[in-house]
Each structure stands twice: as C-alpha cells, then as structure tokens.
T-cell receptor
C-alpha cells in the first residue's frame, strides 16, 4: 500500500504559525488533502490541492506542494486554541477510489 | 444540507458476536466508503460502494462485509468479532463516479470485550 508519513506531534503558542509536514509516495494522485479530527469526532475536510498546483491559500490555511520531493505542507496562520486537533494528510491515487492517510499530527496550541 | 450520519455512535460487543453499522450519506452522494481507525494502524480502507456495487476492497478478512442500498445508504457487517476489531469505524460519502472529496461521519466506536 501507499506510505504517507507525518511527524506525530507539534506544539505551538497561540498566535504563532503552525506548519505540518507530510510526505507521500504516489505521484499519480490527482488531489492531496488535509483533514482535521477533533476528539470524538470524524474527519473534517480542511482543504485540498490539485496536483498541478504549487500553492493554495484559503483564509488562515496555506498548502504548499512540492511534487518533485513528494512533500506537502499545511501552514496555519495565527494559530488558535480551537486549532488543537489531529491533522491528517491524504492522497488518492488514480485507481480504486481509495484514500491513503498519514499517521496524523497532533497539534497542541499553548495559550 | 445534512452531513453523513452514522448509527449507532457507540457499540459494545463480546468476542464471537456479529455487528452491523449503518451509514446515511449526504443527500445526492452516491459513493460510500468505510474506514477503520485504530491507534496502532491509523486509518485503513475497508471498502467503497457506488450505485449498490462494491468497487474496491481493502485488505481485511472476509468477516468484514458491506452493502449499499438503492437510496445510497450503506451498512457494514463484522461477523465473529475479535478483540482486535475494536476501533472507530468511519463512513465517508462522495458525490459521484470518481471519489474526489470524502466527507466523513462522526463514526461508530466499537468495543469488543
């Protein structure tokens, strides 16, 4: 199967920027995604980027994609305590309608 | 527009029993996928249905099965439960033929004792 990797933990101070990194394996993926999971909840689609783009900005969220290195990052500007959650990156190769998720990065925002 | 609805929210079963979980997708969505989430293995794909047909299946034993009805609602069944089946089971729906964006329900937390 695919191997999508993320660091497990990230801790930032409220008001700082957070950067969550991800490496993926399948260059055929048309889209790459970021999901957020709060305790006891399902996954919420935060944003996604088309594979022929380098960057996408959506309010406080900026997604950067480096296709050559198969590296995806999510930057959260002005991080708030409500951003504390687990963040998953995901890829969806062009076959099988199956998503491959990373291990998740637990973001803790310190007031 | 209502989101993806999963029932029940919590289940406690004992080894050897079977369980059925239900998922109602977002109105108009025709694809339903199921994922298992555990602390050790993360999110793993179980299967995906579109128009009542299973299009893809993950690497799970035959004890795990599913189906989709004509109204796009889906059920998954796990027979002969094992302790290792304890997990959060997540259902996700997507609009159509190609699964471009997945929208998840809150999940069913299954505990096997």
């Amino acid at each position: 199967g695919e191997d999508v990797e993320q660091s497990l933990f990230l801790s930032v101070r409220e008001g700082d920027s957070s950067v969550i990194n991800c490496t993926y394996t399948d260059s055929s993926s048309t889209y790459l995604y970021w999901y957020k999971q709060e305790p006891g909840a399902g996954l919420q689609l935060l944003t996604y980027i088309f594979s022929n783009m380098d960057m996408k900005q959506d309010q406080r969220l900026t997604v950067l994609l480096n296709k050559k290195d198969k590296h995806l990052s999510l930057r959260i500007a002005d991080t708030q305590t409500g951003d504390s959650a687990i963040y998953f990156c995901a890829e969806s190769p062009n076959t099988g309608n199956q998503f491959y998720f990373g291990t998740g990065t637990s973001l803790t925002v310190i007031p | 527009k209502a989101g993806v609805t999963q029932t029940p929210r919590y289940l406690i079963k004992t080894r050897g029993q079977q369980v059925t979980l239900s998922c109602s997708p977002i109105s108009g969505h025709r694809s339903v996928s199921w994922y298992q989430q555990t602390p050790g293995q993360g999110l793993q794909f179980l299967f995906e249905y579109f128009s009542e047909t299973q299009r893809n299946k993950g690497n799970f034993p035959g004890r795990f099965s599913g189906r989709q009805f004509s109204n796009s609602r889906s059920e998954m069944n796990v027979s002969t439960l094992e302790l290792g089946d304890s997990a959060l089971y997540l259902c996700a729906s997507s609009l159509g033929i190609s699964v471009e964006k997945l929208f998840f329900g809150s999940g069913t937390q299954l505990s096997v004792l």
